[in-house]
């Protein structure tokens, strides 16, 4: 199993004027601590379950490539895109670019959209779900063609483009590598079997079922079920008598029992950067042969 991190929360003790320091610091340290994957989250205000909606939020993919800058081994992501917040050649596009700049470390994490709110207050067309869910599954087909040897015009419901130019193409082979994030069994699970390399899943107790649901899909579409890493977001409360280093990788155990082979974790006071240290001392190796 592998540890990636996830970095939700960006109000830090020094404010923004230390900011750029810090996270510099938090993606060297998750790095040298043994984390796979160091992602953000895609979104332009604060989600309501980590704080209030003022606080500090960075624009995802200008943060991630300075992330880019300061490492040279961790996969790099949003954790996950909402399909309609960019025009989706534009999205390929900037995931190409972070991939080139990376050195190939770039993956493209997507799902559907859901908080309205940031949307309605930055002017950002939010449609009902169904139709995000078109629009997703248009987003990935797009990035999917520009990653290939066909430039031609793509005519979807939703998107027309006259040309699906992208140069210079990505370093990723064949291409970044596509997350679709959500447990959603009709519509979301069968993108993943579709389209993607990875899935994202919450870990409840129904994951097993999502899993199995998942590889129905697979087999409905003609897809290898192992061919798609399936990944699961776990915050590590580090160091707190609930979640104790023990009990986590115990927790995690039974994950992986089920097919899990990545948990992005995030972290509390992560600023300090010994939780992190935490991490890779306790917990990576101890996972890594499960």
Known sequence: MQIGLQIPDLTWPEGPAGMARTLADISRTAEDAGFSHVALMDH???????????????????????MAAHTSRVKLLTLVTGAVYRYPGVLAKTVSTLDVLSGGR???GIG???????????????PPLAERFERLEEAVQIALQMWSDNDGPYHGKHYQLERTLDSPRPLSTPHPPIMIGGSGEKKTLR??????????????????RKLEVLRQHCEDV??????????????FHVGDKPMEPEKIIDFLGRLGALGIQ?????????????????????????????
């Open 44 to 66: 332009f205000f604060q989600i309501p379950h980590v704080g209030p909606i003022d606080r500090e939020m960075l624009e995802a993919y200008t943060a991630l490539g300075f």
């Open 112 to 126: 559907a959209a859901w908080m309205e709110d940031e949307a309605r207050g930055l002017g950002i067309p939010f």
């Open 191 to 208: 993108l993943v079997a579709k389209y993607a390399q990875a899935c994202n899943l919450i870990p409840s107790p129904a994951i097993a």
């Open 262 to 290: 990545t948990v992005f974790c995030s972290v509390t006071d992560i600023w300090q950067l010994k939780p992190l240290e935490l991490v890779g001392d306790k917990i990576i190796p101890a996972v890594a042969e499960l």
């Open 222 to 235: 003609g897809r290898d079920y192992d061919e798609i890493e399936k990944t699961a977001f776990v915050p």
């Open 106 to 108: 770039a993956w493209l």
